[in-house]
Every structure is written in structure tokens, then in C-alpha cells.
């Protein structure tokens, strides 16, 4: 099932290209808002899923063209990304130390929304394909061998990065947690659709020129893995997002005027635009284009505030 919001916070179910409104069938659920209906579907799913799928099968769909998306997840409680979690094409001799980071709920946008280049002097800005998953039940101290029955569906992410802000090793909460740095969507796909997360082709497109293109089979430390990991430090609720981390080789500086485009296999194509109001250039150079040229480091900021002097 595909879940998301439209329009209003509408809640939908993707049938085909249309969208059917079962925001009736879920009025029950306990909620002040829409991210407390989602939480609160993806704790009782086991009691909606067939009333939902009897909306479906009788509802009367509007094209998903002619509506508004919104992010399916508005504001999740945690949302935990995992940090160096490939193996980049077997570049890496051995998996990086697993490692984590929060994002937070307000960095959140969905499908056709903006991310928003803050007026920071960061080196550059990039966006990391990920597939993300979303916690179905309470996951606390969970083992590896009992993680995938806390999984309740999959979903695209990009996670936003102002890398290179000062003073140097002050990373993580600066760089990852600015507002809008979290796109996802435009679905929420629940687990029974995708056969094996671990073989997921992930595209991302810059201005319709592809740049990132992975397979979630190099990821380093598997998803069972990481959610042993994340839940004995603390807590997972029904509806948290766990990004599962990203192949670098593709990245490459967002910038103004950017049309962002990420495709997984069954998950959708999730579309964002970039909006720098300072206008900032960098080449469209990826880090792998850069390694090849034996290039050190990502690359430079050609003009604009921040941009370094000339020599």
C-alpha cells in the first residue's frame, strides 16, 4: 500500500495515478494534527488495513497529478540518519565504524517542495539519495535477528548537508539539521511491497543529468544492523525515520534554480527544488569525477558570498 498526504493534509492511498481520500476511514485515530494520524495508523495498522483497502477498492480517485502532495511523515519524533554506511563500490577495504546523527522533524518537506540554502559559509551544499525506513512498532534494545518485524514501510529521503561550516570537527547538528534538509516522499511504501531492501536501486538526478546511481546492496551495515544499534541507545516509535545512509561517489553541489530528482525501485520519484537566495555557483563536478582527476576534497565555490579569493 502508498500511502500519503495531499492537498490539506488529506489523508490518501495511491490507486494506479490516483489518489483516494480515506480520510474517513481513519477519523477514529486519536490526533490534533497530521503527523499524529500517521503515527497513530502505523500503530493500528493491523486493525485499518482492510478498511482501507475496502476505501480503495469502492473510493472514486482524483489523478495524482491534479494534487498537491505533501511529505507523507510531517513531523517525525526521531528521524536518525546513519553516517558512512557503504562500502562506495568497494572502494571502502573494511565498513566505517557504525555511526549515526539526528535530523530535526522541521527540516522535513515533501514531493514539489523547496530546500533552502541557508546564508552560511558553508563549503558546499549536497543532498544524499537514501532509502529511509519507518518504524511500524516500538523498538527498544530490538536484535538484529527480531529488527525487520519493527519495520513498517520504506520510503525516499535526501538528506541535506552545509559541509565545511567552522570551527572544523562542530559537523553533525549544523550541518544535517537546517530547515528543509530533509525532503521525502512522495509515498510511504509499507514493507509487504518491497521484496528485498537490500537490493534497491537508488537514481538521483540534478537538472535531469543523473548523478547518483547505488544499489542498497553496498550498504555496510545492513538494516537489521542498524536498527539493533540505534534502539540500544534509544527508543524508536511507530512512524520515526531511519535513513540508511548513501553511496558519496555521486555527489555533487545543489545550487540555485536546481531541480532535484530521486527515484528507488517501488518507492516513486520524489522531485524538490533548490532556492538560494545568494545565488551561489559551484561546477557540476561529482566527488568521483574529482577522485578521477586526482582532486583533493569536494569542489570549490566558484562566485558568490563566501565564494574564496583569487589567488
Same mark, same amino acid.
Given at each position: 500500500?502508498?500511502?500519503?498526504?495531499?492537498?490539506?493534509?488529506?489523508?490518501?492511498?495511491?490507486?494506479?495515478?490516483?489518489?483516494?481520500?480515506?480520510?474517513?476511514?481513519?477519523?477514529?485515530?486519536?490526533?490534533?494534527?497530521?503527523?499524529?494520524?500517521?503515527?497513530?495508523?502505523?500503530?493500528?495498522?493491523?486493525?485499518?488495513?482492510?478498511?482501507?483497502?475496502?476505501?480503495?477498492?469502492?473510493?472514486?480517485?482524483?489523478?495524482?497529478?491534479?494534487?498537491?502532495?505533501?511529505?507523507?511523515?510531517?513531523?517525525?519524533?526521531?528521524? *536518525?540518519?546513519?553516517? $558512512? +554506511?557503504?562500502?562506495?563500490?568497494?572502494? @571502502?577495504?573494511? %565498513?566505517?565504524?557504525? /555511526?549515526? &546523527?539526528?535530523?530535526?522533524?522541521?527540516?522535513?518537506?515533501?514531493?514539489?517542495?523547496?530546500?533552502?540554502?541557508?546564508?552560511?559559509?558553508?563549503?558546499?551544499?549536497?543532498?544524499?539519495?537514501?532509502?529511509?525506513?519507518?518504524?511500524?512498532?516500538?523498538?527498544?534494545?530490538?536484535?538484529?535477528?527480531?529488527?525487520?518485524?519493527? *519495520?513498517?514501510?520504506? $520510503? +525516499?529521503?535526501?538528506?541535506?548537508?552545509? @559541509?565545511?561550516? %567552522?570551527?572544523?570537527? /562542530?559537523? &553533525?547538528?549544523?550541518?544535517?539539521?537546517?530547515?528543509?534538509?530533509?525532503?521525502?516522499?512522495?509515498?510511504?511504501?509499507?514493507?509487504?511491497?518491497?521484496?528485498?531492501?537490500?537490493?534497491?536501486?537508488?537514481?538521483?538526478?540534478?537538472?535531469?543529468?543523473?548523478?547518483?546511481?547505488?544499489?542498497?546492496?553496498?550498504?555496510?551495515?545492513?538494516?537489521?544492523?542498524?536498527?539493533?544499534?540505534?534502539?540500544?541507545?534509544?527508543?524508536?516509535?511507530?512512524?520515526?525515520?531511519?535513513?540508511?545512509?548513501?553511496?558519496?561517489?555521486?555527489?555533487?553541489?545543489?545550487?540555485?534554480?536546481?531541480?532535484?530528482?530521486?527515484?528507488?525501485?517501488?518507492?516513486?520519484?520524489?522531485?524538490?527544488?533548490?532556492?538560494?537566495?545568494?545565488?551561489?555557483?559551484?561546477?557540476?563536478?561529482?566527488?568521483?569525477?574529482?577522485?578521477?582527476?586526482?582532486?583533493?576534497?569536494?569542489?570549490?565555490?566558484?562566485?558568490?558570498?563566501?565564494?574564496?579569493?583569487?589567488?
Amino acid at each position: 500500500m502508498k500511502i500519503l498526504f495531499f492537498d490539506d493534509f488529506k489523508l490518501g492511498v495511491l490507486k494506479g495515478d490516483t489518489v483516494i481520500d480515506v480520510t474517513q476511514t481513519v477519523q477514529g485515530i486519536p490526533h490534533t494534527g497530521p503527523h499524529d494520524l500517521i503515527n497513530g495508523l502505523i500503530a493500528r495498522f493491523a486493525d485499518y488495513k482492510r478498511p482501507l483497502e475496502e476505501a480503495v477498492n469502492r473510493g472514486q480517485g482524483v489523478p495524482v497529478a491534479r494534487v498537491r502532495i505533501r511529505p507523507p511523515l510531517p513531523k517525525p519524533y526521531n528521524i *536518525v540518519a546513519m553516517a $558512512v +554506511n557503504y562500502m562506495e563500490d568497494g572502494t @571502502r577495504a573494511e %565498513p566505517a565504524p557504525i /555511526n549515526a &546523527f539526528h535530523k530535526s522533524p522541521n527540516a522535513v518537506i515533501g514531493d514539489g517542495d523547496t530546500m533552502v540554502l541557508p546564508d552560511v559559509p558553508a563549503t558546499i551544499f549536497e543532498g544524499e539519495a537514501e532509502v529511509a525506513l519507518v518504524i511500524g512498532k516500538r523498538a527498544s534494545h530490538v536484535s538484529a535477528a527480531q529488527a525487520m518485524d519493527h *519495520v513498517f514501510g520504506y $520510503v +525516499n529521503f535526501i538528506d541535506g548537508s552545509a @559541509r565545511g561550516l %567552522p570551527p572544523s570537527g /562542530n559537523t &553533525f547538528y549544523q550541518t544535517k539539521s537546517r530547515d528543509t534538509f530533509a525532503p521525502m516522499g512522495p509515498w510511504l511504501v509499507t514493507a509487504d511491497e518491497v521484496r528485498d531492501p537490500h537490493r534497491l536501486q537508488v537514481r538521483l538526478w540534478v537538472n535531469e543529468t543523473l548523478k547518483q546511481n547505488f544499489n542498497t546492496s553496498d550498504m555496510a551495515h545492513k538494516i537489521p544492523r542498524c536498527i539493533e544499534w540505534v534502539s540500544s541507545i534509544h527508543t524508536l516509535e511507530p512512524g520515526d525515520v531511519l535513513a540508511t545512509g548513501t553511496n558519496h561517489r555521486g555527489l555533487s553541489a545543489f545550487q540555485h534554480g536546481d531541480l532535484i530528482e530521486l527515484e528507488t525501485e517501488g518507492l516513486g520519484r520524489l522531485r524538490v527544488h533548490v532556492r538560494d537566495d545568494l545565488k551561489r555557483t559551484w561546477a557540476r563536478e561529482t566527488r568521483l569525477e574529482r577522485q578521477e582527476k586526482k582532486l583533493e576534497g569536494t569542489t570549490p565555490q566558484l562566485t558568490g558570498k563566501y565564494a574564496p579569493a583569487p589567488r
